[in-house]
């Protein structure tokens, strides 16, 4: 019989993301701080004939289901290195916003490297499958890891970072994508000839973080990258005004964007907060969800949940 196993992977929102000047590689530096929320994808591996992707759920029509989807890249490297053929089936099945600036493509890439291992029994320690991580993507590391992490370099050289409380988001998820490249272009493009600071992690924010404090959460929130993003899709901005009239704490873009983010005070008022961007008129649908949410995990199938 053909086992299959299934990875459960959440969404991200960078709480800071702090941008330096463009690098010869092409890259920029990074002080991102990244923070895994409640919103899940799943991916389930399965041994076929030959490595094809599958997708349901909304936005996959504009996923790629051929080896360029990063879930089939993981899956692709991960053979590589083990002198395997890398013949799998790959469901995803996708709750996190398509090109939204939550790594969702990146979610996927690492639960299909998670996955994988699990299903060969490569046995990858996590070095190993952190190292993978980082050549599929900058943000895919920190997919696996999740929690809360400082990425530096071009965001995949992690620190965990301490979180003491539960923090209470709405997302609001817009119409189509913006291309992350072409956002980080933008940045550079309205920076000119300006001389870009060496990206740093703000102390009160890690502080804020690890006492769990919500409000003071709110007041550091940054994104270097929002400028770019509402220079592309200035309809953004009408998004988060009517999050903040509705009694967000914060908004910000979450990302390269077009996603846009808002701190909520606690669980009610977040729910009030979904209900009134669903009705504004300024996004196709808000989600609430809570963070810290745990990083990569094997879901157990339904005969070992009950053993
Ligand atoms: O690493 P990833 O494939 O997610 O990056 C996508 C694109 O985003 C890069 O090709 C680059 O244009 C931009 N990027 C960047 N600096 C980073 C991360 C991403 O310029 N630190």
Redesign the pocket.
Known sequence: MSRSVTVRVPAKVNVQLAVGGPRPD???D?ANVFLAVGLYDEVTVTPADTLRVTASGPGTDQIPLDATNLAARAAIALAERHGLAPDVHIHIIKDIPVAGGMAGG?ADAAAALLACDTLWGTGASQPELLALCAEL???VPFSLIGGAALGQG??ELLTPVPVGGTFHWVFAVADGGLS??AV?RECDRLRGAAVIAAPEPAPVLLDALRTGDTTALAAALTNDLQPAALSLRPSLRETLDAGTHAGALAALVSGSGPTCAFLAKDAASAAALTTALLTSGTCRTARAAAAPAQGAVVVPTPAEATS
Request: neutral net charge; aromatic residues 16%.
């Open positions: 092409g890259f920029h990074l990146s993507g900058s943000d071009r965001g992350t490249p980080y």
